[in-house]
């Protein structure tokens, strides 16, 4: 039940950025700084950074979106690729994809918290 609340919450709060058609100047340069740099300040082997594209075209995904939280709100969410490739659909912030393995996530956050009490 607890799973299915969180969800719902979660999805309720994706659907809300979903409606949002334009976001700040200073949102939309955080945007670009994501989508060109995804390593962010980690370097690897003197790797120049990724972008998102290039990083889907490597691992051959062909579609995702990306919610940002910041102070426990969605501070922008974006889709990229292709929701179905065949129908020529895109990915927005309104597809649905299912879950997979979030449940360790989420499981290691409550760990962490029920550790500092």
Same mark, same amino acid.
């Given at each position: 039940m607890r799973k299915t609340a969180l969800l719902l919450v979660l999805w309720l709060q994706v659907s809300q950025v979903g409606a949002q058609i334009s976001y700040s100047k200073e949102t939309l340069e955080k945007i670009k700084e994501v989508e060109h740099n995804i390593t962010g300040r980690v370097i690897l082997n003197n790797a120049p950074p990724s972008t998102i594209a290039e990083r889907m075209a490597k691992y051959k995904v062909k579609g995702m979106s990306i919610a940002v939280i910041h102070d426990y709100k969605i501070a922008w969410a974006k889709g990229y690729g292709w929701a179905? &490739?065949? &129908?020529? +659909? +895109?990915?927005t912030t309104e597809t649905l994809f299912e879950p997979g393995s979030i449940s360790k996530s989420l499981n290691a956050v409550g760990i962490l918290k029920l550790d500092r009490h």
């Open positions: 179905d &490739e065949a &129908e020529k +659909r +895109r990915v």
